[in-house]
C-alpha cells in the first residue's frame, strides 16, 4: 500500500482533538466587523467541532490526522 497524501489546504484549516474530533475555526470573522453584533462575533471566536456529515469528506483528506 502507497502512502497517502495529505491535502495541505486541509491540514492548514483543521486541527484534530486528542478524542479524534475535528476542529474547525469560523467563518466571518476578517473584516466588515462594524456591522456584525457582538454576540454574533462572541460566538465566532474560537475553535468549533465540525458536523458529523462533514466528518468523513474532511477525514479523507486528512488520512494521517492532518
Known amino acids: ?3 497517502l497524501k495529505t491535502n495541505r489546504a486541509a491540514a492548514k484549516r483543521f486541527k ?3 478524542s479524534g474530533k475535528i476542529k474547525r475555526g469560523c467563518a466571518f470573522r476578517r473584516h466588515i466587523l462594524e456591522k456584525k453584533s457582538p454576540k454574533m462575533k462572541h460566538q465566532s471566536r ?3 467541532v465540525i458536523h458529523e456529515t462533514d466528518y468523513n469528506r474532511v477525514e479523507k483528506l486528512l488520512p494521517y490526522g492532518g
Open 16 to 18: 484534530f482533538t486528542k
Open 1 to 3: 500500500m502507497y502512502k
Open 46 to 48: 474560537g475553535m468549533h
